[in-house]
C-alpha cells in the first residue's frame, strides 16, 4: 500500500482519522486486479486472487475509467445488501486505482431515521400533554364561569319580564343586549365543553337511528326557526350510520344552526343524504345564503378561525368541533359552495351492517 499514488493515500489517511475504513482495489490496464486491500465480504465484493478479471466479477466497476488525470466520483452505489459505498478511481502510473469509500450500513441510516423518530415522538408526546393541560384549563374555566353567567342571565330575563324598564326605552335595549351576550357567552362555555370532551372521550361507536337524531335537533331549534321564518326541508327517509348519537346531535345542530345564521332572507336550509359505492355515508344541509370564497374555505375548520365576511359573527369553535366529532366516529366533513350559490356542509360516517339497524338508537 506504501506505493500508493499520493491523492489515494491522503484519502486513505484522511478517512482513518475519522474512523472509516476504505477497500480499495488495484487494476491494471487490461481490468485485472494487481492488489486489494480492506476488501471485506461486508462490501457484497468478492473477495479476488490478483489476475482476476475485476468486471466479470464485480460488473459496477465496468466502464469506469477516469477520463482525465482528475479522480472519477460515483457516489452512493449499492455495494452489497444493506451497505451503499462512494466509488473513487484515480489514475495511477502503470495502472488505474479503485478505492470504495465511506462504506456504511444502512443499519445507521435506520438508526439516524429512527433517532429522529423518537425526536418527533418525544414533540408528539409534549403536544398531547399540552393539548391535556389546555382541556382540563378550559374545563375548569367553562365551569367555574357557567354558573354566575347563569346567574346573570336569570336576572335580566326577570327584569325584563317584569316590565321594571317598560318606560325607559334605552335601559332596556341594554337590558336585551346582556341577554343576548349572555346567551352567547353560555354557548361558547358549552362548545368548550363539549370540545374537551370529544378530545377525552371514546364512546362505543353504534347504528344512529338518524331519523330520531334529526327530529331531537328540530325540536331543539324550533324557536331559532320561527323566530327567523326559516323553511326547513327534511327527506322522509334516513339511512342507520355507525356514530354516537349525541355527538351526531351536535354536529345537525351546528350545521343547521349556521345556516339559519347565514343563510338569506328569509333562510332555507334542505336536509339530505346519500350512499357512496364504497359505503360511505354522506350527510349534508344546503343552505341559500352568499357562499364562501375559494379561498376562505381552507380555513372553515380550523379551530379559532374567523372569517371575516362570511363568518364574521361566529367565534371559530363550532365547525373544528364538528370535525373532531366526525373523525373521532369514523367520518369526517366536507363543504361545497361557490360566491352567490349557497353551501352544503357535511359529513360522512361509516354505514350500519344491516343487523345492526334494528338496534339504531
Sequence with gaps: MADLPLPVLDYITGLAISGRQPAWLEIDR??????????????????????A??????????????????????PRVAAGPGWTADIHIFHG????????LDARKEEEERQLLQQKANELALVHEREARLIEELDAFAHTVAHDLRNPLAAVIGYADLLLVSGAFANDPESKRQLEQVLR???????????????????KSDPPIVAVDMAKVVAEVLDRLDFTFKEAGAEIVVPDAWPAALGHAPWIEEIWTNYLT??????????????????????????WVKDNGPGIAREDQARLFTPHTRLEQTRAKGHGLGLS??????????????????PGRGSRFGFTLRAAP???RKTAT
Design 53 to 74: 478479471a475485476v468486471a466479470e466479477h464485480v460488473p459496477l466497476l465496468e466502464g469506469l475509467v477516469p477520463a482525465g488525470p482528475e479522480p472519477l466520483v460515483v
Design 354 to 356: 344491516p343487523d345492526a
Design 30 to 51: 487490461a481490468g485485472r486486479l494487481v492488489r486489494q486491500g480492506g476488501l471485506t465480504a461486508e462490501y457484497g465484493l468478492p473477495v479476488l486472487a490478483a489476475g
Design 93 to 100: 502510473s502503470e495502472s488505474d486505482w479503485v478505492v470504495l
Design 321 to 338: 368541533i364538528v370535525r373532531r366529532i366526525a373523525r373521532k366516529v369514523g367520518g369526517d366533513v366536507f363543504v361545497e359552495t361557490a
Design 258 to 283: 349556521n345556516a339559519i345564521k347565514y343563510g338569506g332572507t328569509p333562510p332555507r336550509a334542505e336536509l339530505g343524504s346519500a350512499e357512496l359505492p364504497d359505503g360511505t355515508l354522506r350527510f
Design 181 to 199: 351576550s349572555g346567551n352567547r357567552m353560555t354557548r361558547i362555555i358549552e362548545e368548550l365543553l363539549l370540545l374537551a370532551g370529544v378530545r
